[in-house]
Nanobody
Framework: QVQLVESGGGLVQAGGSLRLSCAAS????????MGWYRQAPGKQRELVAQ???????NYADSVKGRFTISRDNAKNTVYLQLNSLKSEDTAVYYC?????????WGQGTQVTVSS
């Protein structure tokens, strides 16, 4: 069982930055893939970024060059740096952890970008 707790969301103006954090209850060095999804009102949940145990990353085209995912194994925490934010980035952002057997989700953190 892995519990994930997100933090760092909030209200920011377009062009601004935020850093989201996801604290895991288990050592993340043993977790295959950790990532961030988002869900905007009336839209499906979509992948934002992923990072594997080996450090490989994958980003949605809409956030490439603006968002950066990273992990700190010592702190069991994954981060998502959001730069050059746009109004269309407004969503609830969810942290995920994919182990060999299960997918885990956090409760989400709201990011609102005002134009």
């Amino acid at each position: 069982q892995v519990q994930l707790v997100e933090s760092g969301g909030g209200l920011v103006q377009a062009g601004g930055s935020l850093r989201l954090s996801c604290a895991a209850s288990a050592p993340i060095f043993s977790i295959n893939t950790m990532g961030w999804y988002r869900q905007a009102p009336g839209k499906q949940r979509e992948l934002v970024a992923q990072i594997t145990r080996g450090g490989s990353t994958n980003y949605a085209d809409s956030v490439k060059g603006r968002f950066t995912i990273s992990r700190d194994n010592a702190k069991n925490t994954v981060y998502l740096q959001l730069n050059s934010l746009k109004s269309e980035d407004t969503a609830v952002y969810y942290c995920t952890a994919v182990t060999g057997l299960n997918n885990y989700w956090g409760q989400g953190t709201q990011v609102t970008v005002s134009s």
